[in-house]
Each structure stands twice: as C-alpha cells, then as structure tokens.
T-cell receptor
Framework: DVKVTQSSRYLVKRTGEKVFLECVQD?????MFWYRQDPGLGLRLIYF???????EKGDIPEGYSVSREKKERFSLILESASTNQTSMYLC????????????????FGPGTRLTVL | AQKITQTQPGMFVQEKEAVTLDCTYD???????LFWYKQPSSGEMIFLIY??????QNATEGRYSLNFQKARKSANLVISASQLGDSAMYFC?????????????FGTGTRLLVSP
C-alpha cells in the first residue's frame, strides 16, 4: 500500500514565523504535490515536483517555497507565516509512468491543519 | 471556465439506498483521466475510482461505479447500498493529457450525509 505521511496533524504558529511542513512517501514515486484546502474552494495546487531538486509552481505559489533534496521527501516552507495561510495542507504523490503504466493517480497524506495567529 | 464542476454542495441519502454524485468536466484534449476521492472528517483524501477517456467500459470498484458519458462530459459517481461510513466529502478530479507527468484539477466537492 502507498503510504504518505506528514510531519504534523495540527500546527499552531505565530505571524512572521518560518514554518516547515514535511511530507514523506515510501512508494518510490517520482511526483510529489502540495495543496491547500479551504472551504468552498476545493484543493488548490501550491507547488509540485517531478524529480529530486526539481520544482514547479502551481496555481497559488505566492508566500510559499518548497524543497526536494531526496526522492521520498517534499517540504513546504512558509518563509513568514501570515494569518491568510491558515488552512489545511495536503501532500500527495504519484508515479510518473516512466517504464510502467501510470494513470497519475495521486495518493494523499493525512493533512496538516495549520493555524497562524 | 471551470474545468471540473460539482453542482451539488450537499446530498442526503438513507442507509442502504443508492446515490449519484454529479461531476461535469471541460477539456478539449482527447486523452484525459477522471478520478473520484473521498474525504472523511479525519481529513485524508482517499482514492476511490478512476476512468480513462479511452476506456470502453464504465469503471467499477466494489460499491462504487462511475457513470461515464463522454458526449455529455459527465463522470458521475454512483454509490450503491449506502453505509453510514460513506458520510464524507467527495471530490471529482481530472487529468488533462496523457498520463505520466500530469497534475490533477479538483472540483469543489459534494458533502454526502447518510442517515440511518
């Protein structure tokens, strides 16, 4: 079974703090994604990565950065947290299909509920 | 224009009955994929079912089936014999283009409540 883990289920931070959200997957997936989820807006893609040290901006990258130093780990960084970044953050991974069939099915972690005060 | 539209913010169904959750999509790419995910109150997104645009038959996975109507660009999820544990948010998503390096676009979700 695919397993995606996130470092915290709940996190409370203060405005201006630097925040790290960690995501680890154990299925040797090449692709990894960070989303935020807000009521009525569905899931919005922040950043994604197709390979180690590679990153691509999603739909709402402002205020965020990412790091992918190892294949299994994808970190989301809030350089200076603000109250409008209070949200549910979801990490996902998928197979890229190189050499084997893939549908791009994404497998998600349990999510991190971040509150910025 | 919205790529994925879920017009039902909430649905109610009685236990043991079937329920259909609507999803329409918009793409001009002939190759695409459609997904349904379930999100219980715990927050984790659980993959339920996948339909490829070239698949000849509607996808089924246990009590879940996907009513795929290509000409109408709809991919409705049918849950048969609803159970209390089916109460959750359900999201429809789409991959545009051939698989391998693609992102998914998600709808805004439908909240399903199953009553005893």
């Amino acid at each position: 079974d695919v397993k995606v883990t996130q470092s915290s289920r709940y996190l409370v931070k203060r405005t201006g703090e630097k925040v790290f959200l960690e995501c680890v997957q154990d299925m040797d997936h090449e692709n990894m994604f960070w989303y935020r989820q807000d009521p009525g807006l569905g899931l919005r893609l922040i950043y994604f990565s197709y390979d180690v040290k590679m990153k691509e901006k999603g739909d709402i990258p402002e205020g965020y950065s990412v790091s992918r130093e190892k294949k299994e780990r994808f970190s989301l960084i809030l350089e200076s947290a603000s109250t409008n970044q209070t949200s549910m953050y979801l990490c996902a991974s998928s197979l890229n299909g190189r050499g084997q069939p893939s549908t791009d099915t994404q497998y998600f972690g349990p999510g991190t509920r971040l509150t910025v005060l | 224009a919205q790529k994925i539209t879920q017009t039902q913010p909430g649905m109610f169904v009685q236990e043991k009955e079937a329920v259909t959750l609507d999803c329409t999509y918009d793409t001009s790419d002939p190759s695409y994929g459609l997904f349904w995910y379930k999100q219980p109150s715990s927050g984790e997104m659980i993959f339920l079912i996948y339909q490829g645009s070239y698949d000849q038959q509607n996808a089924t996975e246990g009590r879940y089936s996907l009513n795929f109507q290509k000409a109408r660009k709809s991919a409705n999820l049918v849950i048969s014999a609803s159970q209390l544990g089916d109460s959750a948010m359900y999201f429809c998503a789409m991959r545009e283009g051939p698989s391998g390096f693609q992102k998914l676009v998600f709808g805004t979700g439908t909240r399903l409540l199953v009553s005893p």
